[in-house]
Every structure is written in structure tokens, then in C-alpha cells.
């Protein structure tokens, strides 16, 4: 089970953090992974999904080398700040690039699914969706957001043999946290919210993205696996 051999996988927000433990990991078991990032990305794949049509221009240049197979949707921005001090430009470029822009970027990348009659899509969610941060409310929506995109594509992308499905993690280990987490006070109150009593890793999100975006996986479809050691229990 679990081998990628002759498939094309693009990951978005493949250069740190989840996005990159399952890029290797695809890569590991054979697929021929496309790697998306702003620092550490193959060749033309370095754009900005928070600029307009940057998804737009990604689908071309993944589909550039042949067909995409997998997507794996993990670039994600999260800006903290009280919502009433958060700036409307800084709300929209959350949304862009943490939903907007997959959107865009699976318009160009589903039809050769559809050709094909074969695709998976696995979106990074977050336990946010459910649990939203105080101070991050754009990024929180946004992921509310992509939960709902998530179940709409799945029920229309079924017939053509195309699964779409979400991870929601919940406090992962990440160059986006590593400050935050840096704060024993504020660890120790995060622990004594998880009884599982550790801080995720990225691997931790790794063989349920495997399962999911596996050729195995075809009768799986609209679903949320959460990671997060019980944290919404």
C-alpha cells in the first residue's frame, strides 16, 4: 500500500513545517513531488498566493512538466493581532492565500483530474475551524472556510474519480510557533489542554495525508481527520 510510483503530487507550502514532512514523504514512497514555497522551492514554483492570479500561474507551471495527480493545499498565512486592530489588508491577504488561492489553483488543476478519472486533494485545515483563536480571526475563518469548499468539491468531484478531504492539526510544532512555544508559562498552559500531553510534530500529520492522498484512498472523500492528541475532545 501507500506507493506513489507514477504519480505527479504538487504541495503547496512545501518548504517548512507539515507542508514539507509530507512533500518528503510522498517523495519517499516514489510520487514525483512539485515543491510550492516563497524560500526553497523547485524551480518557478517560489510564487505568492497573496497576490492575484499567482494560483493561476502555479497551476501552469506545475502542469508545465505533466499532468498533477495529487495536490496537497498547506501554504498558509497567519498574522495574530486583536481583531479590531487587524487592517482590512491583512484580514484579505489571509483569506487569499489560505482559501482564495486554492481555489484558483485547483481550477486549473482538476480538469486533467477529470480526463484522467483519477485525483486526490487534501487540504490543510485547522482545529481553529472549530476552536478559533481570539486573536487570529481572519486565519480561523479562513480555515472555517476551506472546510466548507472541502465538502462542496468532494461531492461534486466524486463522479470523476477525484477525492477531496481535509487535516485539521491542531498545536504543531512549526517555525511558526517555535517563539511562542519558546514561553514556558504559555506551554505549559497549551499542554493542559492536549491529553495527549505533547506538542504535535509534522510528522504526526504524515500518515493520514499519505492515506488520503493514496490511490488506495478512492472511496474517501469529504472528510476532516483532526490531529491534535485530543485537544478537542
Known sequence: MFDFTGL???????????????ASALEERGAVVLRHGL?????????????PDAARRLAERALAGGPVDVVVLSASLQIRSPWRELSADDFDRQLRVNLTSGVEL?????????????????????VQQVRPHPDMIAY?????????????????????????????????????NTEALADEAYLKTVLGGIPAGRIGDPAD???????LCSREAGYITGQDITIDGGMTL
Open 205 to 211: 500529520c504524515v500518515a493520514a495525508a499519505l492515506l
Open 140 to 176: 480561523a475563518a479562513s480555515k472555517a472556510a476551506l472546510a466548507n469548499v472541502t465538502q462542496n468539491l468532494a461531492r461534486q468531484l466524486a463522479p470523476a474519480g477525484i477525492t477531496v478531504n481535509a487535516l485539521s492539526p491542531g498545536v504543531v510544532r512549526t517555525p511558526r
Open 8 to 22: 505527479r503530487a504538487l504541495v503547496t507550502g512545501a518548504t517548512s513545517g507539515i507542508g514539507a514532512a509530507i
Open 39 to 51: 524560500e526553497g522551492a523547485d524551480p518557478g514554483l517560489d510564487l505568492d498566493l497573496g497576490v
Open 106 to 126: 485547483l481550477k486549473g488543476l482538476v480538469p486533467g483530474m477529470q480526463e484522467r478519472g483519477f485525483g486526490r486533494i487534501v487540504a490543510i485545515g485547522s
